[in-house]
């Protein structure tokens, strides 16, 4: 069964870094799309940034270019999302997703999700 587990969310000031992680078990394939959406209160969910485990492609939303950046350690299974200069609109709950689909790419029915870390931005 494939599991998600989220890390590193919490309070910080507009400004402010978050480093989130998100670590993956429970398959053999290593070929996948991880990736982080978000949900903020009130809103849809949001596509934040994904990655390719087989050639690190990236996407990046629009609102969080530049300022966020996705890494990824595929050795450990695991996904990174720095979160630099953040501003309280990025208010939400970061959820992990990966799909083993890898044609479909990054998209909001990915196959399995983590249970999310909540990221909390103060003015």
């Known amino acids: 069964e494939v599991q998600l587990v989220e890390s590193g969310g919490g309070l910080v000031q507009a400004g402010g870094s978050l480093r989130l992680s998100c670590a993956a078990s429970g398959f053999t394939s290593d070929n996948y799309i991880i990736g982080w959406f978000r949900q903020a209160p009130g809103k849809e969910r949001e596509g934040v940034s994904c990655i390719s485990s087989s050639d690190g492609t990236t996407y990046y939303a629009d609102s969080i270019k530049g300022r966020f950046a996705i890494s990824s350690d595929n050795a450990k299974n695991t996904v990174y999302l720095q979160m630099n200069s953040l501003k309280p609109e990025d208010t939400a709950v970061y959820y992990c997703?990966?799909?083993?689909?890898?044609?479909?790419?990054?998209?909001?029915?990915?196959?399995?999700w983590g249970k999310g870390t909540l990221v909390t931005v103060s003015s």
């Open positions: 997703a990966l799909d083993l689909r890898v044609n479909l790419g990054c998209h909001y029915g990915m196959g399995y």
